[in-house]
């Protein structure tokens, strides 16, 4: 019998598509399902950006383009990131990916081989993990502690630091938590990286999606030209997941590299998608504050709802759209409590360990839903623990 590769067997998926499935299925049944599973804006795209989308169409702009990315998005990111993080990246630096994934999946590719290390946060968005499970690497997992409200600590991360270690990989605003890391938390984990030669990944595709305070990037050491790596991307604050987009500053030895991949694995990423990037990024920018002031009322919505549950207590998230209360008082496991509410209140969220070991006892909510449907799901939560 054919065998699958031992890396095909290492890589794994996310558990939110199939806490999905299995709701989709119920509401098959005819049960009714309220959706928090999912991390994804409940907006739709911007007009503007749109129209960008299908005048580029209507303009024919439907053929391949450089691997790299369109010249003209490519400048556009670079103003993007003089803006946002106070360097401006060589146009070399500056990368188009079709989505954020690629960008993390590459990067890890270009540095890490079998048998280093790769220290993240857990819990954390899984991918990391798969990523370095696929090229041999031990994963080394920094936890993220609720007296520490979620933030990776640079005291653990010196802890795991070996000889072995090649890769910090940072998220922040963090998924699934919510939380934001500090401006010297960062520096600190950009001047450990300095020190022990490490590389340092940041994905910060919530940068503009913070609540009261600011984002800060660990990339700001070194501009992205030695060894860290900055990715963004458009799927989250402009509402543009199913348009698959985001970019990646890399230094310049390994971004020619990354073109390498990217013309081996997907040629390149859309023209028509990548001139509504454009628009994105120049264009109107009102939508962003509009949507976070939405979000922020929602997060206050199901922070209070969430604490007058028996048994749940939950911090008010920094930033992104997901809440990640604590449920271990009420005598169950993360999955045990996720299937309870899924089967029993009719409300699908994921288990904490769906982010990792470090996730046990929590359970992740994505909020990014109607205030009914907030209030609804609260109530069907109290209910179902009566």
């Known amino acids: 019998m054919v065998q699958l590769s031992k890396g095909a067997n290492r890589i794994y998926g996310e558990a939110a598509f199939e806490v999905l499935a299995k709701a989709q299925e119920l509401e098959g049944q005819g049960k009714s399902i309220l959706h928090f599973e999912i991390g994804e804006p409940d907006m739709e795209t911007p007009r ?16 391949y383009v450089p691997s790299i990315g369109l010249m003209g998005l490519r400048k556009a990111v670079q103003d993007e990131v003089e803006k946002t993080r106070g360097y401006r990246p060589n146009l070399g630096q500056v990368i188009i990916t079709p989505g954020l994934k690629p960008g993390i999946f590459f990067s890890m ?12 946060q857990d819990p954390g968005y899984p991918t990391y993990g798969s990523v370095a499970s696929f090229l ?18 640079p005291d653990d991360i010196i802890d795991r630091i070996t000889k072995k270690t090649k890769l910090i990989v940072v998220n922040s605003p963090q998924n ?8 010297s938390e960062l520096g600190d984990i950009a001047e450990l990286a300095e020190e022990h030669d490490i590389f340092v990944i940041s994905d910060e595709i919530y940068s503009k999606m ?13 501009g992205a030209k030695e060894r860290t790596v900055l990715l963004d991307g458009f799927s989250k604050y402009y509402a543009m997941t199913g348009w698959r987009l985001g970019y990646m500053i890399a230094p310049l030895k390994m971004a020619e590299k990354l073109n390498d991949f990217l013309v081996s694995a997907v040629s390149c990423t ?10 994105a990024l120049t264009g109107d920018q009102s939508f962003i504050p509009k949507m976070m002031a ?5 997060r206050d919505k199901i922070v209070k709802g969430l604490n007058s549950i028996p048994g749940f207590t939950c911090l008010a998230p920094k930033g992104a759209f997901y809440a990640f209360p604590n449920i271990k008082k009420t005598g169950m496991g993360s999955q045990e409590c996720a299937d309870h509410l899924l089967y029993k209140a009719g409300v699908a969220t994921l288990p904490g360990t769906a982010f990792g070991p470090y996730g046990e006892g929590y359970l992740r909510f ?3 839903t109607t205030l009914e449907n907030i209030d609804a799901a609260i109530k069907r939560i109290q209910e179902s623990f009566e």
């Open 294 to 298: 939405r979000f922020k009322e929602k």
């Open 210 to 222: 913070t609540y009261d305070t600011n984002h800060y990037t660990p990339t700001t050491r070194d």
């Open 176 to 183: 699934p938590t919510g939380s934001v890391m500090t401006k």
């Open 270 to 279: 859309a023209a028509f998608t990548q001139w509504a990037g454009i628009e």
């Open 366 to 368: 994505s909020y990014a």
């Open 48 to 63: 503007n950006i749109a129209h960008a989308g299908i005048q580029a169409i209507q303009n024919k702009k439907t053929h």
């Open 136 to 153: 041999g690497a031990k994963s080394v997992k920094v936890p993220l502690l609720e007296e520490n409200e979620f933030r990776m600590n």
């Open 109 to 120: 590719l270009a540095v890490v081989n079998q048998g280093d290390e790769v220290i993240y």
